[in-house]
């Protein structure tokens, strides 16, 4: 399978490349930077989504699946887009938002059947807060996240078929398969019973009001593989990864159809040897991990873990065994924004998802207009300076990118000092200090990368640093 050890590079479109200068990146300036993701050696690129969309979730809220909204371009684009693509070896996946459709989705008027609907609320939450009910001409219908996104009823055959048929639509257009968006929230309760008080925790995490939920009926039905067998069964051999936001634990019935599911325990990690560890352990214990550290929802390496962690955060996302996601910007080291003057997510994501920085101008080469959100710091962290520069994290990013490819089946965690995370593959063994202190290394042996000059020095690794070595 292309994606068993794949990078996959995560495009937030509106944020790569602008090509007409209204400040809003589209398909054709992508197409303009393949080049980019071409030499850092990706194999993949996943686009968030592209469709026509009011916007109220950016995109997240689909009017129409099989479109390409105005602003990032047309149908024609994206095929080019394909095409180009392809020339480089890179592959393009989609994002599938399979359980809720815009509000401004032609269906919800014609077929609000398809949708689902109750004369009273219940207990159920919006993963954005309040009630996941919202009420129209006397009715309640579901909405899992913002009211704008009314949930889908994928116990409807008409449901079905609809979306089969979307997602057979981008296959033939060239599409290598999906990102499977929030799928744990594709079947609830088909009582709609209230979820009962937790017992235990969720296992990620979940907002206070959420926490006291066992959120048990709101999602992930026992049926569900059966509805995610539709989907396979549109999607033939394409790859599908899923957005399953639950424990490893419980991964399981989804990987009966899905190749692969987010690890989202590692990504909520806190950047601390025993912690990271505990979550590598559980989530390699059976086979199914996408790995992932930073995206348009949770924020990027350098402001999750600090900046002296950043380079090792790429380090370990780019050296456990399975298909890596790495979003845009993390490659140059790029922070987390302050956000704009206008609000567009009122979750408050914004500053997850400011412009790329191309080079040192003041619009970081992303526009020749205004951007949609400000540039965070185009002078100093940008990929033309860094690309001619070996120390710099892009070319740590591209080293690690072609090493991964090195290394050995399997994983091996090893023992070693406390705040040390170690883990064997095959020949080669890494191992990051997350402490501010130096800490005996586990290994010796032949270096062969680090994240930075001198970080192992005979058997010591320097605080805040990672290594590979060969050899014991
Ligand atoms: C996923 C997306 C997020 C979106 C939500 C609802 O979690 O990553 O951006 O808001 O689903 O579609």
Redesign the pocket.
Known sequence: MWWQDAVIYQIYPRSFQDSDGDGIGDLRGIERRLDHLAWLGVEALWL?PIYPSPMY??G??VADYKGVDPVFGTLDDFDRLVAAARERGLRVLLDL?P??TSIEHPWFGENPDWYIWRDEPNNWLS?FGGSAWSSLNGHWYLH???PE?PDLDWRNPDVIAAMQDVLAFWMDRGAAGYRV??IDRLLKDPELRDDPPASEAFGLPVSDEEAKLALTNSRNAPDTPAALARIREAVGDGVLIG?V?LPSAKWQPYLEQLDRAFAFELLHAPWEAAGLRRAIEATTSRPGAAWVLS???FGRLVTRFGAENARSAALVLLTLPGPAFLYQGDEIGLADGPGGEHVYDR?G?DRFRHPMQWDPSPTGGFTTGEAWLPLVDPQSTNVEAQRDDPRSTLSLVRDLVTLRKLLGDGLELLDAAQGVLAYRRGDHTVAVNTTAEDRPAPTGGHVVLETRPGALRGRTLGAHSGVITMGL
């Open positions: 968030s979730d950016m997240y809220d938002v359980c809720h993963a899992s996240f913002y996104q968006d929030a957005e936001y995206n348009h929802d979750a994501r």
